[in-house]
Nanobody, 121 residues
Framework: QVQLVESGGGLVQTGDSLTLSCVASGRDFSNYAMGWFRQAPGKERELVAG???????KYADSVQGRFTIFRDAAKNSVSLQMNSLKPEDTAVYYC???????????????WGQGTLVTVSV
C-alpha cells in the first residue's frame, strides 16, 4: 500500500522560507514522477511543482524562481524548498506520486494527507 507522509508546514511571514518534505513508502518510486500540489480556500487544487524520474522539473508560473523541487531516490523522498513566500502561497500542500515517469496532473495515483502553509502579511 502506497503511503505518503508530509512534514514541514507552518506559519511564516512574508518573505520567509520553508521546506516541505515527503517520504513515500509501499513501492520503489525511482521510476515515477513525484510532485507537490496545493489547495487554497475556495480554489481548486493546482500543481505547484513536479519532478520526473529523470529529474526534469516543472513549476507553476506563480512559483517559478521562488520554489525548488528536488528528490532523493534512495530515500523515496521529495522536497519543496519555498523562498520569498507570499500571502497568496497560503494553502494546504499535498505531496503526490504519478503513474508515469513524467509529470502528468491527470495521472496522480497517491496523495499525502496535506500540510498547511500559512504566510502572514
Amino acid at each position: 500500500q502506497v503511503q505518503l507522509v508530509e512534514s514541514g508546514g507552518g506559519l511564516v511571514q512574508t518573505g520567509d522560507s520553508l521546506t516541505l518534505s515527503c517520504v513515500a513508502s509501499g513501492r520503489d518510486f525511482s521510476n515515477y514522477a513525484m510532485g507537490w500540489f496545493r489547495q487554497a480556500p475556495g480554489k481548486e487544487r493546482e500543481l505547484v511543482a513536479g519532478i520526473s524520474s529523470g529529474r526534469y522539473t516543472k513549476y507553476a508560473d506563480s512559483v517559478q524562481g521562488r520554489f525548488t523541487i528536488f528528490r532523493d531516490a534512495a530515500k523515496n523522498s521529495v522536497s519543496l524548498q519555498m523562498n520569498s513566500l507570499k500571502p497568496e502561497d497560503t494553502a494546504v500542500y499535498y505531496c503526490a506520486t504519478f503513474r508515469t515517469p513524467t509529470v502528468a496532473v491527470n495521472l496522480v495515483d497517491a496523495w499525502g494527507q496535506g500540510t498547511l502553509v500559512t504566510v502572514s502579511v
